[in-house]
């Protein structure tokens, strides 16, 4: 769901709306924990300042104060996505010149952990006095995103710390050492360090949540714990461009912050949807994410097959979803119709990667009551309306359907299930009907219309979720299946996709800069989302559209430099041009799942591995145009064991390390 559908309405008299600005602020993730302040370090309880878990704001202020004085801030900065380091300095009288004697570091879990360093460098010993003013108001996330989050609490001094609580649920802050004084009324800890020359003082913060005694949940206080079982391989990547590299990198630590368990079943892992707005399961945005990460092994997609098969309606089939803003031109869309038809493409693109029949045959019941949906969502004119029943016929829908057609056949045939013909028949209608109605015709050699009204009237405005017609998906021998257009109509539509009015320079854009009510910072009116486009240069490379697709490639690598390398869920679509940087969206998660996977979603298409594990073959389509000049990935996995590739400069592919008996498809 969009922000603005994800947060209360903001109060009376404020100008502006949805969620609080964070795209230049310091976020620890660790789901559902993440620690978010500005780069000084300092939690002064504004906007979204605060360590929360479980969407609950723990502590809003941690104010640090060293003889009388705040430290002056040096830097603020990520480690790890779940750790970040604040350096400060501090002004003594014992300083002789410009250099400050005294360093004041300040590292920070997003599971609520803060560690202070005071370091005295000078050539004689000192006594500082250090305080820390805290405080919260244990607001839900929602309403401190929204403006609202209430007053402060009063404190009690606890053990060697202070407590604060609300409905029944308690906040608890532990010091160690202990604080030499506490004072609750004003939510201070004090201490008097001695510091001595060349040494240090540490004292250690540990912010606790202490839900209700009669949750029906209730679990021993505390966030996360501090690892969780990454469920994908430790990928390597070496490029003649280094910041591919760095993006992998990160990408891969923001998912792993990312990761969360199914309560119902703790071994199964799925990962959130993105920080601060949803930190928790949002089924779509799950599945993309699992499809998008199978070259690195098959875990995560059988751990959120399984919590989505959980979830999933027994009756209707159709897994759960909520209603997100389709931009200007179409009425809101259902996460549910996405999730439900992709389920069943996770579930047999995981089988071609290797997912063992022992876990893939279980959730053939779950990928059967998808289809089952599929056919009774369908219209008359065979197109799937989202949301449905009554709503448009949005293209990407129709790509979505199209794919899980063939992905279902596929699954019903390998277990000799009947229906499969049934279903390939339907998918051929559907490319016959599509090629025709959904194609119009202009001067300019034409394009796919973005939806069919419920009237039948094509609506125009193109954007990126077209992209999703090039995603055809993997099926056997290594090969992808046929898309909803055909040659030309593809030919035509990458040449669109290179364009300015929808290429910003830096991605594809949401709509089309030529279209009516087009916004840069529209979620859907112009913004760019980054998995749609590295689904559109996967897509596009796959076709063998390499300009286009490098095109894509590049600028996105170029806006994850001016991201610190951690791709945004979506930031504004304006036009590249020189002096500029991609302007971040203020409402943008950031970790977000989708966008970190397409970015190894997108380097991975630079080797194009496409196998099909049960029957031992593996195709490397490279791109040939090598647009990062020579790459080599390691750690990759095809049933499970290791596969590495080396891409020249020239294009050309060799695999250095497969299975045994693993064949080279043509």
């Given at each position: 769901m969009s922000p603005q559908q994800n947060t209360p309405?903001?109060?009376?008299?404020?100008?502006?709306?949805?969620?609080?600005?964070?795209?230049?602020?310091?976020?620890?993730?660790?789901?559902?924990?993440?620690?978010?302040?500005?780069?000084?370090g300092q939690l002064l309880g504004h906007d979204l300042d605060g360590f929360y878990q479980d969407g609950r704001r723990v502590l809003a202020r941690c104010e640090l104060r060293i003889a009388g004085s705040a430290p002056i801030p040096v830097q603020g900065r990520l480690l790890t996505a779940g750790r970040a380091r604040f350096m400060a300095v501090v002004r003594t009288g014992a300083d002789g010149g410009p250099d400050p004697a005294v360093t004041v570091e300040r590292v920070r879990t997003a599971a609520g952990v803060e560690r202070i360093t005071v370091h005295n460098t000078g050539p004689r010993g000192l006594r500082l006095p250090l305080e820390v003013s805290l405080g919260t108001d244990l607001a839900d996330l929602a309403a401190v995103a929204s403006g609202r989050p209430g007053p402060d609490l009063p404190a009690s001094v606890c053990d060697s710390g202070l407590r604060w609580s609300r409905d029944g649920a308690g906040a608890r802050i532990t010091a160690h050492p202990a604080p030499d004084s506490a004072l609750a009324s004003a939510g201070l800890l004090r201490w008097d360090l001695a510091v001595p020359p060349g040494g240090s003082r540490v004292i250690e913060l540990r912010a606790v949540l202490e839900p209700p005694a009669d949750a029906p949940s209730a679990r021993s206080p505390g966030a996360r714990e501090v690892t969780v079982p990454v469920p994908w391989s430790a990928a390597e990547m070496s490029c003649d461009d280094a910041r591919a590299e760095a993006l992998l990198g990160t990408s891969l630590d923001d998912l792993s912050a990312l990761l969360l368990r199914d309560p119902a079943?703790?071994?199964?892992?799925?990962?959130?949807?993105?920080?601060?707005?949803?930190?928790?399961?949002?089924p779509a945005d799950a599945l993309w994410a699992a499809r998008m990460m199978l070259p690195l092994g098959t875990r995560l997609a059988a751990g959120t097959l399984r919590t989505l098969a959980r979830r999933q309606d027994p009756g209707s089939g159709r897994i759960p979803g909520v209603l997100r803003h389709a931009g200007p031109h179409l009425p809101p869309t259902c996460s549910g119709v996405e999730a439900t038809l992709l389920f069943v493409t996770v579930l047999a693109e995981a089988r071609r990667w290797g997912l063992p029949e022992r876990e893939a045959e279980p959730l053939l019941p779950?990928?059967?009551?998808?289809?089952?949906?599929?056919?009774?969502?369908?219209?008359?004119?065979?197109?799937?309306?989202?949301?449905?029943?009554?709503?448009?016929?949005?293209?990407?829908?129709?790509?979505?359907?199209?794919?899980?057609?063939?992905?279902?056949?596929?699954?019903?045939?390998?277990?000799d299930r009947p229906g499969a013909d049934g279903w390939r028949e339907r998918a051929a209608e559907l490319r016959r009907a599509f090629r025709e109605d959904f194609w119009l015709d202009d001067r300019a050699g034409g394009r796919p219309a973005a939806a069919l009204a419920p009237d039948g009237r094509p609506v125009p405005h193109l954007g990126s979720a077209a992209g999703h017609l090039l995603d055809t998906g993997l099926l056997g021998g290594g090969g992808l299946a046929e898309g909803l257009l055909d040659k030309v109509q593809t030919e035509q539509f990458a040449r669109l996709f290179g364009a300015p009015d929808l290429d910003s320079g830096w991605g594809l854009r949401t709509l089309s800069a030529k279209a009516p009510g087009h916004n840069p910072f529209g979620h859907r009116g112009g913004a760019v989302r980054v998995h749609e486009t590295a689904v559109a240069a996967a897509g596009l490379a796959a076709a063998g559209y390499e300009k286009e697709a490098a095109s894509l490639l590049r600028g996105?690598?170029?806006?994850?430099?001016?991201?610190?390398?951690?791709?945004?869920?979506?930031?504004?679509?304006?036009q590249r041009a020189a002096g500029r940087a991609p302007a971040p969206h203020p409402s943008a998660g950031r970790p977000a799942a989708v966008a970190a996977a397409g970015a190894v979603h997108l380097l991975m298409s630079l080797a194009?591995?496409?196998?099909?594990?049960?029957?031992?073959?593996?195709?490397?389509?490279?791109?040939?145009?090598?647009?990062?000049?020579?790459?080599?990935?390691?750690?990759?996995?095809?049933?499970?064991?290791?596969?590495?590739?080396?891409?020249?400069?020239?294009?050309?592919?060799?695999?250095?390390?497969?299975?045994?008996?693993?064949?080279?498809?043509?």
């Open positions: 309405p903001t109060p009376a008299g404020r100008p502006d709306r949805g969620p609080r600005p964070v795209h230049d602020a310091v976020m620890c993730v660790a789901a559902p924990s993440l620690a978010v302040s500005a780069g000084h079943q703790p071994a199964d892992l799925h990962t959130a949807a993105g920080a601060p707005w949803r930190l928790g399961l949002a779950a990928a059967e009551r998808c289809l089952r949906w599929l056919l009774t969502a369908a219209g008359d004119d065979g197109y799937v309306p989202d949301p449905a029943p009554g709503g448009p016929a949005r293209c990407e829908v129709q790509a979505h359907a199209h794919r899980a057609m063939l992905h279902g056949a596929d699954l019903l045939d390998a277990y996105l690598l170029d806006a994850s430099e001016a991201f610190g390398h951690r791709l945004p869920e979506m930031y504004a679509g304006e194009g591995v496409r196998p099909d594990a049960p029957e031992r073959i593996v195709a490397v389509r490279p791109m040939g145009s090598a647009p990062l000049g020579a790459v080599q990935l390691s750690g990759l996995r095809i049933a499970g064991e290791p596969f590495a590739v080396r891409i020249s400069r020239l294009g050309m592919a060799m695999v250095e390390e497969a299975a045994p008996g693993l064949q080279l498809g043509a």
